[in-house]
């Protein structure tokens, strides 16, 4: 049965405190590769794996305080994504831990008879998952 994971049924929370406003939030995990080639092999023979980055993007009505003060002093955060998702025994909590986050970007719009939206860009040092 897959994880069925609703956005009314999580939380998101930055340094314990939940995140007012949020519109949107997402990431990408890479983790680079490089072949291992053996000498006269037509195939590899290993795997190296590079430094994992993890890059992501908060969107929020107005503005996150917790996000702009982060961003405007330099400081990490950790970003906690809780969601639950009905699994064979009942409700099932599913967790994913963003630590050492920093803000390095922000985009601002406001159009006429609208409210304003502000884009946060920020990178990981880890993702975690439980």
Avoid: W
Wanted: hydrophobic share 40%; proline share 3%; with cysteine.
């Amino acid at each position: 049965m897959p994880k069925i994971l609703s956005a009314n049924r999580s939380k998101v929370l930055i340094d314990g405190e939940p995140m007012e406003g949020l519109q949107d939030i997402s990431f990408v995990t890479d983790r680079p590769t490089a072949d291992i080639a053996a000498i006269g092999e037509a195939e590899r023979i290993g795997v190296v794996f590079g430094t994992t980055k993890v890059t992501g993007v908060i969107k929020a009505k107005s503005a996150l305080d917790t996000v702009e003060e982060k961003f405007a002093n330099n400081q990490s955060f950790q970003i906690v994504i809780s969601t639950n998702f009905d699994g064979p025994d009942g409700e099932v909590e599913n967790v994913i831990s963003l630590q050492e986050c920093y803000a390095h970007g922000k985009r601002f719009a406001m159009g006429v008879g609208g409210t304003a939206e502000t884009l946060y860009d920020f990178t990981a040092t880890r993702e975690s998952a439980g």
